[in-house]
């Protein structure tokens, strides 16, 4: 079974300023996919940017890119030049081939004004 | 991007009662929906898969015969909780895998279950 772990309930940013989400996974899959889920307020689950564990490159979409250390199973989220948009609850999650998502704890971002 | 939608997306009912709750893949075919809970500030817990053609199968914990899945077509699965009580008011989100790469999932918007 996969479990995957942020240790950060809650994280507070001023606007225009970088944070830093940790997550860490366990699993013994050589091939699997790794994601950030935001989820505003309003509760609908939106995608905030995936990596496929072949790939060496970490993943970058505008302003949020990941740091994935492959052999130290981590996964972490970088939002740069947060935006009060940002405030919302980010979870990461893990897939290995049967689809199935495994979900962390999430992290609370509150980005403040 | 592909679009999932839930009904309804809030409802309230009386215990003892039956819920049923509507996951349709709107613009694509799924095979394979699955169904979440989650209760307020914590994260999404893994009920079931539901299965085109075929029974549901549910996660360790999760009771059977209170939460029936049933994946009528290729576009709809239904979540109907039974029998409801005050400890099943939650959060229930579908989601569907895209059927491409990555194992992306599209969510629904979510229904906010109140059993009184």
């Known amino acids: 079974a996969q479990t995957v772990t942020q240790s950060q309930p809650e994280m507070s940013v001023q606007e225009a300023e970088t944070v830093t989400l940790s997550c860490t996974y366990d699993?013994?899959?050589?091939?699997?996919?790794l994601f950030w889920y935001k989820q505003p307020p309003s509760r609908q689950m939106i995608l905030v940017i995936r990596?496929?564990?072949?790939?060496?490159q970490n993943a970058t979409e505008n302003r949020f890119s990941v740091n994935f250390q492959k052999a130290a199973k981590s996964f972490s989220l970088k939002i740069s030049d947060s935006q009060l948009g940002d405030t919302a609850m980010y979870f990461c999650?893990?897939?290995?081939?049967?689809?199935?998502?495994?979900f962390g704890a999430g992290t609370t971002v509150t980005v403040r004004a | 991007g592909a679009v999932v939608s839930q009904h309804p997306s809030w409802v309230i009912c009386k215990s003892g009662t039956s819920v049923k709750i509507e996951c349709r893949s709107l613009?694509?075919?799924?095979?394979?929906m699955f169904w979440y809970r989650q209760f307020p500030k914590q994260s999404l817990m893994l009920m079931a898969t539901?299965?085109?053609?075929?029974?549901?199968?549910?996660e360790q914990g999760v009771e059977k015969d209170k939460f029936l899945i049933n994946h009528a077509s290729l576009t709809l699965s239904t979540l109907t909780v039974t029998s409801a009580h005050p400890e099943d008011s939650s959060f229930y989100i579908c989601?569907?895998?895209?059927?491409?790469?990555?194992?992306?999932?599209?969510f629904g918007p979510g229904t906010r279950l109140t059993v009184l």
């Open positions: 989601s569907a895998p895209n059927g491409r790469a990555y194992n992306e999932q599209f």
């Open positions: 539901s299965n085109e053609g075929s029974k549901a199968t549910y």
């Open positions: 613009d694509f075919q799924a095979t394979t």
């Open positions: 699993t013994s899959e050589s091939n699997y996919y």
């Open positions: 999650a893990f897939s290995a081939n049967d689809y199935k998502l495994s």
């Open positions: 990596q496929e564990a072949y790939k060496q």
